[in-house]
C-alpha cells in the first residue's frame, strides 16, 4: 500500500492554516467572551478546545498514517 499524495497535500497545507484558525478564533474568543452569558462562555469554551484538540490529533495521526503507510 502507498501513500496518497493528494492526502499528504492536504495535511500540509492544513498544518499551515491551523494555527491561523486557532489565533483568528482564540482572538475572537477573547473579544466577544465578556458579552455574552455564562452558559454561552462555558459552551463558547468547550467547543473551542475540543475542536482544537481534534484537529491537532487528526493531522498528527493522518502525518503519521499516510507517511507510514498505516
Known sequence: ???????????YF????????F???GIMLHLKYHMLPWHYQFLLVTAFLILSLT???RLY???LGNLQER
Do not use: D, H
Open 14 to 21: 492544513n498544518v499551515y492554516y491551523f494555527p491561523v484558525w
Open 61 to 63: 495521526l493522518g502525518y
Open 1 to 11: 500500500v502507498l501513500s496518497s499524495l493528494p492526502l499528504q497535500v492536504m495535511l
Open 55 to 57: 484537529e491537532g490529533s
Open 23 to 25: 489565533l483568528a478564533e
